[in-house]
């Protein structure tokens, strides 16, 4: 990873709709709920064990629990392992 760069967060999106029909107060609140459900998220991007590898975190803002991530934790060690590679996982010889 370069050393100049900078990863950082994102400020969460506010979406409000215009206009009130019968459905408008139905929509309107739905979209403040997708609103305030994405704002309590936060993308975290680390750089994993090997060089050129990341690995995305889903956090939950309130609790600080970790909801997602890609690659899973046990893909992430036994990748860090010496005598991992490509194709070991599975033993296809009969």
Known sequence: MNS???IGS???IVVATSGSTASG???QSRAQQDAER???YRLVIEEGSREGSFIYKTLDRLTGEVVRQLPREQVVDMKSQDDYAAGTV???SA
């Open 4 to 6: 100049y760069a900078k």
């Open 38 to 40: 994405a704002s309590r």
């Open 25 to 27: 107060d139905f929509n």
């Open 10 to 12: 994102v400020a969460p």
């Open 90 to 92: 599975i033993d296809t």
